[in-house]
Nanobody
Framework: QVQLVESGGGLVQAGGSLRLSCAAS????????MGWYRQAPGKQRELVAE???????NYADSVKGRFTISRDNGEATVLLQMNSLEPEDTAVYYC?????????????WGQGTQVTVSS
């Protein structure tokens, strides 16, 4: 069992910055990857960034060069530094964790945090 709690969302003007934090608790040692997804009204949920236990990192093309994902606190927390924010970044951001066992896989989701970027 893994629980994810997000924080750091808010309202900023275009060009500003926010830092999202996701704290994992429970069986965190079994997590293979953590990352962030986002969903805007009327849009599909999309991957923003992810980082694996082997430190492989993937970003959505729309955020490359602006967002940075990293681990903190002994990998119990994942951070998403968001710079040069644009109105198109407005969405609910969800922390995600993935665990792959020998015969089964598990997905965990945070409750979501709102990010609003005004023009």
């Amino acid at each position: 069992q893994v629980q994810l709690v997000e924080s750091g969302g808010g309202l900023v003007q275009a060009g500003g910055s926010l830092r999202l934090s996701c704290a994992a608790s429970g069986n965190i040692f079994s997590i293979n990857a953590m990352g962030w997804y986002r969903q805007a009204p009327g849009k599909q949920r999309e991957l923003v960034a992810e980082i694996t236990s082997d430190d492989d990192i993937n970003y959505a093309d729309s955020v490359k060069g602006r967002f940075t994902i990293s681990r903190d606190n002994g990998e119990a927390t994942v951070l998403l530094q968001m710079n040069s924010l644009e109105p198109e970044d407005t969405a609910v951001y969800y922390c995600h964790a993935y665990e792959l066992g020998h015969v089964e896989e598990w997905h965990y989701w945070g409750q979501g945090t709102q990010v609003t970027v005004s023009s």
